[in-house]
């Protein structure tokens, strides 16, 4: 059965650009440069970048998003920011935070710490910033409650001195006016006096200041505001103080800086994959070694990257910071493509002209660059179905950068092969471009180590001949895979011992899959690890994470609160978070309505009616002014006749991981669905925090599955074989499963950003085994041992080149001070690994075991027919290689041996005297085969014979190189 019905086309299609391009590469050189350079002008003008943070991380359709339209625009629209407490927000907004410990001692609350704290909140009250309308400070832009800023309540006891005259209780506390305040939101590392809730000491204080933010006006005030603050807070200077700060700032500032080390990084990376280019493609011939065009394989991929930002500017698509990887992911590509077609070009004869050796060259290569190249943009082209958003513009730019790299692989960099042809056509130095001596007529030996190159019997001519191959064309590299690692790795021993490691790897693949951890410190970890936004979280996480935060639980709807069912019904609802691990007891939730039932039981009413029960909550109960705190949480209609939406909080219990911030997240979700009250569970911080890591695992596994799926089609339609297009998907999901595994062993959480390196993983994968699938089924050979080994000798060489300059683009990101580039490396350096084991040494074998025979006629040549046959292919047996040629009698048959070198059998019965000879002008290397079957002159190496019978016009070809052993018939 035929496979080849797209493969076919394609390769005829391939033939002629590839002649094309050879005979005029000019316009293949001057468009791609044309096109890059319009493109890339974009970039100057009309290039924007994304830095919010909620919009970058807050997986997009997400069910707090979906609730915070209602809560903003249908109920909670009157409440805005000049009368609110920070938990009413349905927004972050704008703040900015200080943890503040003691240097000298361990006690935070000692009267000369206490006034060096003091002094620090003076200097953030007098942090003053200049607007072309006046002067700013934080009085001028703070979240106002009851017409005064609203900092924490420990900032607000600096003039009791409490801390000195009377006793602080931990973690609750009351207030002279009776308020009861929450002291373990801001004293940590507290220890209590004799086992009472009287505390005796504290390591450290955290001082909170809300600005407004509920125009863009604010914001933007807010915002250089942050930037002022964050400056004097690095320089403040204290001997009793160890400060740190935050502000919402932080992310973006944080991303900015990150951008700055990718710009860095990519000039250091890139000098050192060009080094390594050079030394892969260079030789000891001047003529055949190809420095300057491995450089221009880096262009080409720098061209990609060029058109890509380009393009994306102009039509208005932001760049973000997570889009940093792509210039690393298209060098690795473009870098993998170069070598394939180097490798390619190699494979061709010296002995054909320019143009008919891109043709072959183009053949080869581009079909197996083109399925790399598809399933790579497919892959990143799945991944914009995520719902993150960041992850998605990363996977916009990388799926076009890798068209781009693709386009301009096979025009520009095509051209320039054909270029660096012509030039050795004319046997002109690599270098100096000068014409030079072959070695045999070097006049010194400094000639020949510096200058010589090529050889004198060389001279251009037509052939039509596709697999004529010339084996001193082949770098140590291609050799040292076919004579000696493909023998040596599709030996039976060997293959025993590969599929008994194989199946080592995926046990602990599988392991560490059922073991990895989902979510991480987002905010976090894009800071470096010297960055003061690190410094404050790892405090916050020692002292801060007992308490909090203070999730909301929210009635979408109008409720009868004067009806005993609805009470019972919110009360049993609190009472069971309250009861679980995840939240603290009753003493630290907010409900107004427990309050109020106190207040009605106070005035002795005990079933108030509707009217009673309306008009009691708003004209008495809400205006006392220690219960004025519920009047954001309360919304009345417009005749404050029915209360139309109201909320509750219950507080978190040792929230210190982000696993338990989505276990709890998930739990207060499950408990209020279940009611029938139509209640939601809300946070300030639910969109871009807990959902993502709800949403993270359901998008990486629909994304990459999809992707997968779509890998299969495409492997199916361009390689023709459907067992070796099952291989390949079946390596890329083995690929990903041991990555996410080893991942797993190395403690790298599943996050947004190994997300992205995962679809970047399921890229690299396709390459490594692709290729070698790819060259298996093209092999020209009909054993499966022999197209293994053919496989490796073809594409071997440039996998592993593109896999070392892959390692080379990233080692320096172990060096970094940055969990983004650690993770990154960490998981390119697994893909790298087990993508090349897979690609050289698990998937020959594989293939080898496999896929079923090939009969030569499904690759080449007809089916044989009744008057004779003709089995060609080789065995090996004992490292001996021989052909087995036999047919039925038949007289006057003649045997018609390549380049016009026939020998007429007649009148025998028996097979005699036939010659096979090496397609060349010459006879020598002609090896006789007797009448009973054994060859008596050796088979040269690396040549390829064509053997023609032709009983009645029928013809049988059969292109096969064989080993310079002396071959015995079978």
């Avoid at 909620?54 to 915070?68: F, K, M, Y």
């Avoid at 080390?261 to 493609?281: M, R, W």
């Avoid at 020692?542 to 409720?559: C, H, Q, T, W």
Wanted: aromatic letters at 12%.
């Amino acid at each position: 059965m035929k496979f080849d019905c797209v493969e076919k086309p394609l390769r005829v299609l391939f033939l002629s650009h590839g002649k094309l391009v050879g005979k005029h590469p000019a316009p293949f050189i001057i468009i791609p440069i044309l096109l890059t350079v319009i493109l890339a002008t974009g970039i100057f003008t009309f290039l924007t970048t994304e830095k919010d943070p909620e919009v970058l991380i807050a997986p997009e359709g997400s069910q707090s998003l979906r609730n915070r339209v209602i809560l903003e625009e249908d109920l909670y629209s009157e409440v805005v920011d000049e009368n609110m407490l920070p938990r009413h927000q349905l927004r972050i907004g704008r703040w900015v935070f200080l943890i503040v410990t003691p240097k000298t001692d361990d006690n935070i609350l000692t009267i000369p710490n206490m006034e060096e704290v003091s002094r620090l909140h003076t200097t953030v009250m007098n942090v003053t910033i200049q607007l072309d309308d006046g002067y700013y400070r934080y009085e001028d832009l703070c979240l106002m409650w009851n017409g005064e800023c609203h900092e924490n309540d420990f900032v607000n006891l600096f003039d009791t001195r409490i801390f000195e005259n009377a006793s602080l209780t931990y973690p609750l506390a009351m207030k002279s006016n009776g308020e009861i305040f929450l002291t373990g939101a801001f004293i940590g590392g507290v220890t209590l006096s004799n086992d009472t809730d009287v505390i005796e000491k504290a390591e450290a204080l955290v001082l909170t200041y809300n600005l407004r933010s509920d125009t863009e006006e604010e914001e933007g005030i807010g915002l250089k505001w942050e930037g002022e603050f964050l400056y004097q807070m690095k320089h403040f200077i204290s001997d009793k103080l160890n400060v740190y700060r935050l502000a919402s700032i932080s992310f973006t500032e944080e991303l900015d800086a990150s951008s700055a080390i990718t710009l860095d990084l990519i000039t250091i990376v890139g000098l050192i994959v060009v080094t390594f280019c050079v030394l892969s493609t260079a030789m000891l011939d001047w003529i055949r070694t190809k420095p300057i065009l491995a450089t221009l394989g880096l262009l080409t991929a720098g061209l990609a990257l060029g058109s890509t930002l380009g393009l994306f500017a102009f039509i208005g698509i932001p760049y973000t910071n997570t889009a940093g990887a792509m210039p690393f992911l298209i060098i690795g590509i473009g870098v993998d493509d170069m070598f394939i077609m180097i490798s390619a070009w190699r494979r061709t004869s010296v002995h054909k002209s320019v143009p008919d050796r891109m043709s072959q060259a183009m053949e080869e290569s581009a079909l197996s660059v083109t399925i790399t190249s598809v399933t790579d943009a497919l892959a990143f082209g799945i991944g914009c179905i995520t719902d993150f958003y960041s992850i998605r513009l990363f996977c916009i730019y990388a799926s076009v950068a890798v068209l781009f790299c693709y386009f301009y692989m096979i025009t520009f960099f095509a051209a320039c092969m054909a270029i660096t042809g012509y030039r050795e056509e004319q046997k002109r130095h690599a270098l100096t471009l000068r014409k030079v001596l072959p070695k045999q007529d070097a006049p010194s030996k400094a000639y020949s180590l510096f200058c010589a190159g090529g050889s004198s019997d060389i001279s251009p001519r037509k052939d039509n001949h596709q697999y004529n191959v010339d084996e001193s064309s082949d770098s140590a590299l291609m050799i040292f895979f076919k004579k000696y690692y493909g023998p040596f790795v599709t030996h039976s021993f060997s293959a025993t011992v590969i599929v008994l490691l194989y199946l080592a790897y995926l046990g602990f693949s599988i392991l560490g899959c059922v073991y990895l951890e989902e979510g991480g410190e987002v905010v976090e970890n894009i800071a470096s690890d010297d960055s003061y936004l690190r410094m404050y979280y790892k405090e916050e996480k020692k002292y801060f994470r007992n308490y909090g935060p203070d999730m909301s639980v929210i009635a979408m709807s109008e409720l009868e609160y004067w009806n005993s069912d609805v009470q019972n019904g919110l009360e049993n609802i609190m009472a069971e978070l309250e009861a679980s691990e995840y939240f603290h007891i009753s003493n630290f939730s907010v409900s107004w309505l427990r309050h109020y039932l106190e207040f009605l039981d106070v005035q002795q009413i005990e079933v108030p009616s509707r009217e009673v029960f309306l008009n009691i909550l708003w004209e008495q109960f809400l205006a006392l002014p220690v219960y004025k705190q519920f009047v954001p949480d309360i919304i009345f209609d417009s005749n404050n006749q029915s209360i139309i939406s109201s909320r509750f909080y219950v507080l978190g219990k040792d929230i210190d991981t982000t696993k338990r911030e989505r276990d709890m997240f998930l739990y207060i979700r499950r408990v209020v669905a279940k009611s029938e009250l139509n209640l939601i569970a809300y946070h300030r911080a639910a969109p871009w925090m807990y959902e993502q890591y709800i949403a993270i695992r359901s998008n990486t596994i629909l994304t990459l599955g999809i992707g997968v799926a779509s890998m299969f089609l495409i492997s199916l339609i361009l390689i023709p074989h459907p067992i070796c297009a099952i291989t390949v998907t079946l390596s890329v999901v083995s690929t990903l499963m041991g990555v996410i595994g080893y991942m797993s062993h190395l403690s790298i959480p599943l996050d947004s950003i190994s997300m992205v390196t995962l679809f970047i993983s399921m890229g690299f994968s396709v390459d490594y085994s692709a290729h070698i699938s790819y060259a298996y089924t093209a092999s020209p050979y009909q054993h499966r041992r022999n197209r293994s080994i053919h496989a490796l000798y073809s594409l071997g060489a440039p996998t592993l080149q593109g896999a070392i300059s892959t390692f080379l683009a990233i080692f320096l990101f172990a060096l970094s001070n940055s969990y983004i580039y650690r993770t990154f490396f960490w998981m390119m350096f697994l893909v790298t690994i087990i993508g090349i084991f897979h690609g050289l040494v698990f998937l020959p074998v594989f293939l080898m075991v496999l896929v079923p025979k090939f009969h030569p006629s499904e690759f080449k040549g007809t089916e044989p027919t009744s008057n004779g046959t003709l089995n060609s292919g080789y065995k090996a047996d004992n490292d001996i290689e021989y052909i087995d040629v036999s047919r039925p009698s038949h007289n006057n048959a003649s045997f018609k041996i390549s380049s016009g070198i026939a020998v007429q059998q007649s009148g025998s019965s028996t097979m005699s005297n036939l010659s096979a000879a090496r397609r060349q002008d010459n006879v020598s290397g002609i090896a006789n085969i007797s009448s009973n079957g054994d060859v008596n002159r050796p088979i040269y190496s690396n040549n390829i014979y064509k053997i023609v019978y032709n009983p009645n016009h029928v013809t049988f070809k059969s292109l096969y190189p064989y080993s310079s052993k002396t071959c015995n018939n079978s």
